[in-house]
Nanobody, 124 residues
Framework: EVQLVDSGGGLVHPGGSLILSCAAS????????IAWFRQAPGKEREGLSC????????VWADSVNGRFTISKNSANNAVYLQMNSLKPEDTAVYYC?????????????????WGQGTQVTVSS
């Protein structure tokens, strides 16, 4: 069974940092493109960034460009999202998702397997 488990969320002060993890079971992450999305209350799910099978990265959301970095550790079969300079507007549930490639835009319909989500709250 293909399964993604995302973790690492929590409460952080504005300006702080967090690292989210996306662990895979049932498949090798190197064979898939992995992306991070987020969904704030009352808003649509937003694509943030994607890393493909060749470790090429794409940033879809201008609001996180330069602050969030996606990376992969093949030995751990995990993908990470390093989040720096966090702002209150970054508060959301964050999800990782798998597909066969990174689309031009962060369309949720392109991704077939999803993690359960991890809550990130940025507040003083």
């Amino acid at each position: 069974e293909v399964q993604l488990v995302d973790s690492g969320g929590g409460l952080v002060h504005p300006g702080g940092s967090l690292i989210l993890s996306c662990a895979a079971s049932g498949f090798t992450l190197d064979d898939y493109a992995i992306a991070w999305f987020r969904q704030a209350p009352g808003k649509e799910r937003e694509g943030l960034s994607c890393i493909d099978t060749g470790d090429r990265t794409t940033v879809w959301a201008d609001s996180v460009n330069g602050r969030f970095t996606i990376s992969k550790n093949s030995a751990n079969n995990a993908v990470y999202l390093q989040m720096n300079s966090l702002k209150p507007e970054d508060t959301a549930v964050y999800y990782c998702a798998a597909s066969h490639g990174c689309p031009f835009s962060g369309r949720t319909s392109y991704f077939s397997s999803w993690g359960q989500g991890t809550q990130v709250t940025v507040s003083s």
